[in-house]
């Protein structure tokens, strides 16, 4: 089973082979957190993480690095307007990304640098792009002279004239073109600043990328990913960057980009106002179904978020639950089914068709019969969806979850006991009324040979 990726910079399907395939290198933009994220970041880091994941199966070593970017002009204003330094507001949120990372199942990186832990580097960088002619000084301001590296716009397959006709490039009077981007701006005495040759400033976001990037992975990478909105200026930057400090080295090999998720049509983003945060998802909706969507869709296609496909997403992952609770007694039996997998997500990670094997697995385990067929059914439904973060839980308990609003399960309990004394006594009348209590709690029941089960009720999405 080789593996194939979508590669912008060639665009084209090619087959992944890693530089050095004892240390296979990977490395993600990771967010601004000066708030919550929104969902639509989540997706690079869900998608990516599962390749990741796919990279760890096959390779000996693999070091995936997912930064923090913790300073930045947003962090900065975020700060000054709480009145604290930016740490109290960066450590906060990092730590809140960390978790409803977690939360999501999103494969954990191996490193996590933050820009403000590698200010030596980045000013060392710097320097080597001065000293090479590639940036220069100009009123405490380090820029990237744009007009030094030919390819610049290769990625985006963009000329600079038409990159900066695209782009808001600032014109400012240090500045020797008005494509030529900062690597260092000086700080005022109230914003965070570092000492350097040019003064007390700090970095700008690009040059941090690139100086993390080489001091955890090396000068030459293999992967390198985000989503689809960074090709232009902020991966064409990093790539004119870290070819032209590393003497013109190949920067990344492989460069992998993930469609926008939109919400009602327009792209999630916080300056468009149409933002739904994760955090606040994640209180309302159990994880697997925010993963289930952010995954269903191929990872370069856009993905549009609505509450119907919430709903849609959560009663699909009910009938799969259904019937691994069918199956609770049977033993599962592993044998390869999972392979099928794996070969969907090794080409450019297709997603859409490993769910359509997991479907085709959810059915074979709804209508095999003989105990033989249940285990090795149950097998590879749980297989599958191992490979894709899903149905790993306890159906009894996905049926029990309800996100944000506990309920009370000894007291559901005690109800549905209650109501098979009714019913034993042939109180109807009774047991009618639990049950309606006990809707009105959120709970649905059923009854079945193995007596009562509960669940909670399907809600209106929201
Ligand atoms: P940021 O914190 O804005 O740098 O974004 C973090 C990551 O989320 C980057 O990889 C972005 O490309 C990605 N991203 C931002 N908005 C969206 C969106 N609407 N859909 C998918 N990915 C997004
Ligand atoms: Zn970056």
Redesign the pocket.
């Known amino acids: 089973m080789s593996l194939r990726l979508y590669n912008s910079l060639t665009r084209r399907v090619e087959p992944f082979a890693p530089l050095d395939p004892g240390r296979v290198t990977m490395y993600v933009?990771g967010p601004t957190v000066y708030h919550y994220v929104h969902i639509g970041n989540a997706r690079p880091y869900v998608v990516f993480g599962l390749l990741a994941r796919l990279l760890r199966r096959r390779y000996p070593q693999v070091i995936y690095a997912r930064?923090i970017t913790d300073v930045d002009d947003k962090i900065n204003a975020a700060a000054v307007a709480a009145g604290v330094p930016i740490a109290a507001v960066t450590d906060r949120y990092a730590a809140a990304f960390r978790e409803d990372m977690a939360k999501l199942g999103a494969d954990a990186p191996d490193v996590e640098p933050a820009a403000t832990a590698h200010i030596g580097e980045i000013i060392a960088m710097c320097e080597a792009l001065i000293a090479s002619g590639h940036a220069y000084a100009a009123e405490g301001h380090v820029l990237f002279n744009v007009a030094s590296f030919p390819d610049y716009g290769r990625l985006s397959g963009r000329s600079t004239g038409e990159l900066l006709a695209g782009a808001r490039v600032e014109v400012a009077p240090y500045k020797k073109n008005p494509a030529d981007f900062v690597l260092w701006k000086p700080s005022t005495p109230e914003l965070p600043g570092w000492d350097s040759p040019w003064g007390r400033g700090r970095p700008g976001w690009?040059i941090e990328?690139s100086a993390m990037a080489a001091a955890h992975l090396g000068d030459t990478i293999d992967i390198h990913a985000?989503g689809v909105d960074?090709v232009c200026p902020?991966?064409e930057n990093?790539i004119a960057q870290s070819t032209c400090a590393h003497g013109g080295k190949t920067f990344a090999r492989f460069w992998l980009h993930n469609g926008m998720l939109t919400f009602e049509g327009r792209k999630m983003s916080k300056s468009l106002g149409n933002v739904l945060q994760l955090h606040e998802l994640l209180q309302k909706h159990p994880p697997e179904v925010l993963r289930f969507l952010l995954l269903k869709a191929h990872y370069r296609q856009p993905l549009d978020w609505s509450d119907a496909a919430l709903k849609q997403a959560r009663a699909t992952l009910d009938g799969w639950y259904g019937v691994l609770r069918d199956l609770a007694g049977v033993d599962p039996a592993f044998g390869d089914a999972a392979n099928e997998v794996e070969a969907a997500l090794c080409d450019d990670l297709n997603t859409p068709e490993a769910f359509a094997a997991l479907a085709r697995r959810a059915d074979e385990a709804r209508r095999a019969v003989s105990p033989e067929a249940q285990r090795n059914a149950k097998g590879a439904l749980l297989a599958c969806g191992r490979w894709l973060g899903l149905l790993q839980q306890d159906p009894e308990a996905w049926f029990r979850q309800r996100a944000g609003a506990d309920i009370d399960s000894a007291k559901v309990e005690s109800l549905i006991e209650a109501r098979r004394a009714a019913r034993a006594a042939r109180d109807f009348a009774r047991a009618d009324a639990i049950r309606e209590e006990l809707a009105a709690m959120g709970v649905a029941i059923e009854d079945g040979p193995q007596g009562t089960r509960w669940r909670v009720a399907t809600r209106q999405a929201g």
């Open positions: 933009c930064n690009h990328c985000g960074l902020h991966h990093e």
